[in-house]
């Protein structure tokens, strides 16, 4: 067996059997993916279903709490979280470099296995294109995911309504600032690990003792400042957001610091924007927090008539200020 | 707006939002995708999910016959099909290099559209991801499929039987020798089109009278000889096939001579195989004929007990040689 990624591997012939056979199946075999079929055919269904997609691009595969094959599955379990779907099966789609070290492949494609086992999701279909030295960067992930949403759920970014409170479940910028310290060679005295988790536990536990909230949404790129800039698009009102209420790890706001950036704008990928309304506000945190996921779930502002489509920061200084939505590009590649 | 892609196309911020809305809601907005939620909340289903997951990495990204975009839509239906579901949902995730022209973006993202409508699928959800230069080839596409499998209907690469007939739909390679002399600036009197088309129609109409199909497959990467060796050791049978009756295209069976290359193990994108039991198979090939996709459609071998796991060619000169499994990479980036 070769030790890095060859364009035969992509061939649909021996060479490609082979990389099935000793890293894909060996870790993702043991369900319908094994049975090499042009599709699976699952269980039957019965409800709505979820859908959902995203590629991840990430820089380095590897990184403090997490890599890339971590991501590829936590976020696309997220996104079907965050419209309230109990997440059941994943696809996934590998582009892989010519030259690609195979260890490093199937470390990616363990961690997969584990977070999705983790999760309660199963991988039921896949596929792998090989492109020439220089056609990719390593190696790109896809991954699709259904799930069913429970009866009598209705989440929507178009949902939040005036009086609604916002919540977040953790501390923000923990992904981004993970990757770009890496990607930087920054050392700190701890490093800053991502927060890199799956997080349709954390919404299944919140959902029992409130089915009737309005919106979720994980702030992955563009972080907290998008997400409360599109919801209030979508739901044509306006947010207000107190900043020092906001949690930040300390390392986290001191890189920021050290790189000109600002937390609130930097991605994460195992936290969680709710609007609910206010009246289960404080039973939602009480819950969020005895979750490992929510431990430093907080209540950080509410939904308002005013200023309708635009999120408003205020300051430890009784200040305010617009939190716009993301103009450039400040952090590539960063899921 | 800029007439190329860059990074901020990428950001979740401002330019992510402007190219979103000028090519892909534009193209694509009209159903679950214009909500712009986190995951598509579709239509209460019934019934055996299946889903499958193809990427694409083609170059060129235009061909004769076909571009990207629409092979990234009948690939995904044409797996789905290939298990009799009846193709229901798309997601699609792009991958852009930056420096694309914005106008081929939108000329594949129309395709797509155009396709999927064709096709009787919705594309529901979607992702974009922006790579620096050098980071990727131009565009890579993945598309994931989730389709119901009516009831009754069971068919798997495991349940070729002795004594089966073996089909196909038409005429072989002519996707991969189109793809081949495109990309080597080969002419020919008239160009060779790729066979790129959704089979889930053809495949309706053969279900309609012959429900008790065993196999159906798409002869794509490794062409015919891949997938009828995958088959051959998935169901532990032998598959017999005369040469002579396999149709190929003239300008295709010229060009395999001119590139060294051989029609049985070039890729096609709209064609299928399909085993069925041998009283069956006349009246298959005559509703495939009736079938715009089917027309040259021809039963060309059978399921044999004998040489299990393996594929013998019988030669128009009454000789027999075994069509092996493809060994290397002979067309790279095919699909």
Redesign the interface.
């Known amino acids: 067996m070769n030790d890095t990624v060859?364009?035969?591997h992509?061939?649909?012939?021996?060479?490609?059997?082979e990389l099935l056979e000793s890293v894909f199946l060996r870790h993702l075999g043991d369900g319908e993916l094994g049975?090499?079929?042009?599709?699976?055919?699952?269980?039957?269904?019965?409800?709505?279903?979820?859908?959902?997609?995203?590629?991840?691009?990430v820089q380095p595969l590897f990184f403090p709490g997490g890599d890339i094959g971590k991501l590829a599955v936590c976020g696309t379990v997220?996104?079907?979280a965050?419209?309230g779907?109990r997440p059941m099966?994943l696809?996934?789609?590998?582009?892989l470099e010519e030259g690609l070290a195979i260890s490093d492949l199937e470390r990616v494609v363990a961690s997969m296995a584990e977070t999705a086992r983790d999760a309660g999701v199963r991988i039921?279909?896949?596929?792998?294109?090989?492109?020439?030295r220089?056609?990719?960067?390593r190696l790109?992930i896809?991954t699709?995911?259904?799930?069913i949403?429970p009866e009598g759920i209705s989440i929507?970014?178009?949902n939040a309504q005036p009086g609604d409170s916002v919540l977040v479940s953790g501390a923000m910028g923990d992904h981004g600032l993970a990757i770009m310290t890496q990607r930087h060679g920054l050392r700190f005295e701890s490093p800053i690990r991502s927060d890199c988790a799956a997080l349709a536990g954390l919404v299944a536990s919140m959902l029992a003792i409130c089915p009737h909230i309005h919106v979720?949404?994980?702030p992955?790129?563009?972080g907290l400042a998008?997400v409360l800039n599109?919801i209030a698009g979508?739901s044509q009102v306006g947010i207000a957001i107190d900043e020092q209420v906001v949690p930040v790890h300390e390392p986290v706001a001191a890189a920021c610091e050290l790189l000109g950036l600002d937390p609130l704008y930097a991605a994460n990928e195992g936290k969680l924007v709710a609007i609910a309304p206010a009246k289960s506000a404080a039973a939602l945190v009480d819950v969020m927090q005895t979750h490992p996921l929510g431990a430093e779930a907080s209540i950080v502002g509410e939904v308002t008539s005013a200023h309708v489509g635009s999120v408003v920061l205020r300051t430890a200084f009784g200040t305010q200020r617009v939190l716009d939505?993301?103009?450039?590009?400040?952090?590539?590649?960063i899921c």
Chains 1, 2 share one sequence.
């Open positions: 060859l364009l035969a992509g061939s649909g012939g021996l060479m490609a059997h049975a090499l079929e042009d599709a699976a055919v699952l269980s039957r269904l019965e409800g709505r279903l979820a859908m959902t997609t995203d590629s991840y691009v997220n996104d079907l965050m419209r779907a099966f696809s996934v789609g590998f582009i039921v279909a896949g596929d792998t294109k090989v492109v020439g220089g056609g990719a960067d790109f896809n699709a995911g259904v799930g949403v929507s970014a178009h979720l949404r994980d992955t790129r563009g998008a599109e979508q939505m993301p103009a450039g590009e400040l952090l590539p590649r």
